[in-house]
Structure formats: structure tokens, C-alpha cells
């Protein structure tokens, strides 16, 4: 690749020949990449250099840079990165999935079918009409709209992280000594289909598989401790703390009887990860899985740890490794099978991509092809319990940008032969025709013909 020529990039970037960049100049082409103005890394270098290298500043006017310090600016690998166009999703595509979201909120938006849940007063008292879609890449590149800050109980989507934890301190063998990795069949809180004979849950998507894999993450210490850990990586995924939600918290416990037989149930087959002599010890463990439950998150946190799945493990604002590559290639393999209820199935026909659901009515889908995650909020449940309008705009974001990894399979071919017959009769175009033709015409052939679903 060719070196990165500052000199060049900072010239196309001073419009007004006035050996300036101005500072909303640049803020807008990164936002054209996808990275906001919030963003830790573009606040820090952008803040480091206009109070460090002096930049004249005068009230009331717009900051700006010269070439000096917008050396200083461009040394921050993600700023240079985008703007030379090479973050995880180029800038135009991710401006037109961007637009994407926007069209499928604004057609979801009257959409008021199915129920919020209604097991914990928390859940049941949530405003059904909140709806907010964020998207997340691999570096960070970030669009939202509606409520996406709006806070929410991480609930069953903490699963996917917590097997993720355990898979990082156990290893996979070890943790699948504990729990399986098959499709249960049943609902996710189901006391006879959850465990198999021996008594170890089927996969780690479910209540009695959440509660074991927790069950290996610092099993050796205290349940403050080991609830501190968990917290301390959603932090690292996300760059932000989550926060708690003791209301849902204190009825999750008060509500959790069957969490618990799940609990004991396989503590007396000997299938749960703790000191067989601690008679409580089914009950702490089943405890501290309410309080990762009720991890409070919005769509836009959520979004940046689906990321670093979508990242193979690293983290998109810090670029830190939180997960080896392994271990988030298995968390995306057991969500693509099991992460949607007792939907997964069909949902794994139509959408295709590893997504995981949670009752308080969030979706997290990852989108592998693109390294992006795309999290909705919308509190409206549908009859297995995933959030009405997550399901449908995952399966439209999937439609509309040809993200099934399965469904396109051929479309390439296809584009190929429509492109070839599509040009001026075969007898008259020599091969070059034929081939520049093939090229030219390849994608409004892709259009015309629809290859959606
Ligand atoms: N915390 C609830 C339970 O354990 C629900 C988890 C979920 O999102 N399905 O039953």
C-alpha cells in the first residue's frame, strides 16, 4: 500500500486554500466514516492537539488546524485510517446502511404488536413504544437512531459473554464438561428440556447453561468478585461501564425459583462448578446470574460488545483483545443455532447471522461478512419472547443488503452471466468487450434483477 501522504490529504481537506483544515471539516469527514464526534479516540486527539500545539483561537470563531498539527491529529491510527477509507466498512456503504437503519425504523416505527414481558414489575412498567437501532463495526464506526441511549437489562444477551468468559479461563474443553452445545428444543427457563440425562444443560444459551458457564468464570472466589470480573470485561468491550438495575435485580431474585432448581438440579447430579459441601452454593449461583442479568446497557453500549465479536475478539474503541479469535468464532456459532428461543431455527432460515435476544426486548446481531453489530431496543415480545420489532429489522437489514450468508450463495455467477448476456450481441464484442462490459454493467445488474431475498 502506498505510504500515507499527509501533505495531500491535509490539501484536499482545506477547501478554502487557506492552509487550514478547518476542525467541523474534518469532524464531518469522520462522521462520513462512521465515527462521531463523541468518540474517545477523536475527542482525545483532537483535544491533546488544539491545547498543546497552540492552535490560534479566537472567540467566536471556528477552530482550525495547519499542517503541523494536523500531523499530530492524523498519528491517531483510527483518524488516519478513516480518512483514507479503510475502517472495517467503507464510508460510502456505511452511509448507505446507515440510511438503511433510518428506513427501517421509520417503517417499524407504528409497528405496536406483541407485549412487553411481564414476569418482573421492571420489565412489565417498561414504555412499550421506546425503540432505538444502533449499529457497531469492528473500528468503532457508529450509527444510532431513535432511543438507542435509552437504558435496559442486558438479560439474556449477557449469555453469548458470559460463555465467552468461561470459554477464555477454562477452555472450550473444560467448559464443555459442563454444558453442551446443541440446540435444547425448549424455552430458555424450561426445568425438563433444559438438561440432558446426566444432567448438564444443553448449550450455553439458556438459563441452566448461563448459570453453568458462569459457574467457571473465577470459580475460586467470592461471589462479589467473581460478579466484579464480569463487569470488568462488558466495561473493556465496550469502553464504558454498564450499569445496574437493582429493581430488576431484587425481582429477578424474588421471582427466580425456577433459576434456582436449575441451579440445584445440576449441583445434584454434581454438573455445576461448585464446592459440593456449600449447601448454598446453588442458590449463589443462580444469584449471581440475576446480576449479570440485570447489567444495565443501551443499544449503542450493546452494539460495541457485539463488535468485539464481530472484531474476532478485540475491542472496537481500544482496540484491546478482550476474547481470542476462538473463543468469539464459538460464541457466534452457538448463537447462530441457539441464540433467538424457540425461534432459531426459522430465524436462522430467514436472517441467517448469529443474533442473540433478551426479554427486556432487545436484539444483538452479528453481521461476521461486515464486522459490525447491529443492536435494537424495542420492548414488544412476540409469543417466544423476542422483541417484535428486533426480529424484523434484523430480517430487513438482511434482505435489503444481501446479508444472508447463505442466500446469495450463486448470485455472483449470476451477476456474471447477466452481465455477459446483458451486452451487445456476443458475435460483435470481442472478449475485451465482454470483459470491460462484465465489469461496467456488474452492479446495476445486481440491482435490476434484485438479487434480495
Ligand atoms: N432473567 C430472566 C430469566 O432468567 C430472563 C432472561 C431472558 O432474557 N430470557 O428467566
Known amino acids: 500500500m502506498a505510504e500515507f501522504d499527509v501533505d495531500s490529504l491535509f490539501r484536499s481537506l482545506d477547501t478554502d486554500r487557506a492552509n487550514v483544515v478547518w476542525k467541523w471539516k474534518l469532524l464531518e469527514e469522520l462522521k462520513q466514516a462512521g465515527l462521531r464526534s463523541g468518540d474517545p479516540r477523536v475527542d482525545q486527539a483532537l483535544t491533546w492537539t488544539l491545547a498543546n500545539t497552540g492552535t490560534p483561537f479566537e472567540p467566536g470563531q471556528p477552530e482550525w488546524l495547519d499542517l503541523d498539527h494536523f500531523r499530530t491529529v492524523v498519528r491517531e491510527p483510527v483518524i488516519r485510517r478513516a480518512l483514507q477509507d479503510q475502517l472495517a466498512v467503507p464510508a460510502s456503504e456505511f452511509a448507505e446502511l446507515s440510511r438503511g437503519v433510518e428506513r427501517i425504523y421509520a417503517d417499524l416505527l407504528d409497528d405496536r404488536s406483541g407485549e412487553v414481558a411481564q414476569y418482573i414489575p421492571t420489565l412489565r412498567d417498561a414504555d412499550p413504544d421506546r425503540f432505538g437501532i444502533a449499529i457497531c463495526t469492528a473500528d468503532g464506526q457508529v450509527f444510532q437512531v431513535g432511543d438507542a441511549e435509552a437504558g435496559f437489562s442486558v438479560q439474556s444477551t449477557s449469555k453469548p459473554f458470559t460463555y465467552a468468559m468461561a470459554l477464555e479461563q477454562s477452555g472450550p474443553e473444560e467448559v464443555h464438561r459442563w454444558v453442551g452445545q446443541e440446540q435444547s428444543g425448549g424455552t430458555f427457563n424450561d426445568p425438563r428440556l433444559s438438561l440432558d440425562a446426566a444432567g448438564k444443560p444443553q448449550n450455553p444459551m439458556i438459563n441452566a447453561g448461563a448459570i453453568a458457564t458462569l459457574a467457571l468464570v473465577e470459580p475460586g472466589q467470592d461471589v462479589s468478585e467473581r460478579f466484579a470480573k464480569v463487569e470488568r470485561i462488558w466495561t473493556r468491550m465496550m469502553g464504558e461501564a454498564p450499569g445496574f438495575d437493582h429493581r430488576t435485580f431484587l425481582a429477578e431474585r424474588d421471582t427466580g425459583h425456577g433459576n434456582r432448581g436449575l441451579a440445584s438440579l445440576m449441583a445434584a447430579q454434581e454438573m455445576l462448578n461448585v464446592d459440593p459441601a456449600d449447601r448454598d452454593a446453588p442458590q449463589k449461583a443462580a444469584e449471581i446470574y440475576f446480576a449479570v442479568c440485570s447489567l444495565e446497557v443501551d443499544a449503542r453500549r450493546l452494539a460495541a460488545a457485539g463488535a468485539t ?72 415480545l412476540d409469543e417466544v419472547g423476542n422483541s417484535v420489532r428486533g426480529v424484523e429489522t434484523c430480517r430487513r437489514l438482511v434482505n435489503d443488503f444481501g446479508l444472508h450468508p447463505y442466500k446469495r450463495l450463486g448470485a455472483d455467477r449470476e451477476t456474471a452471466r447477466l452481465a455477459l448476456g446483458g451486452v451487445a450481441p456476443a458475435r460483435n464484442a470481442g472478449p475485451a468487450g465482454h470483459h470491460n462490459a462484465a465489469a461496467s454493467t456488474a452492479p446495476s445488474v445486481v440491482k435490476a434483477e434484485g438479487l434480495q431475498l
Open 309 to 380: 465479536l464481530a472484531g474476532g475478539g478485540v475491542a472496537p474503541y481500544s482496540g484491546e483483545r478482550v476474547f481470542s479469535p476462538e473463543t468469539a468464532g464459538r460464541v457466534l456459532s452457538v448463537m447462530g443455532h441457539s441464540g433467538m428461543y424457540n425461534d432459531s431455527g426459522a430465524f436462522a432460515d430467514q436472517v441467517g447471522l448469529p443474533s442473540k435476544s433478551g426479554v427486556s426486548g432487545n436484539v444483538m446481531m452479528v453481521v461476521p461478512q461486515k464486522r459490525m453489530a447491529v443492536v435494537v431496543f424495542s420492548p414488544r
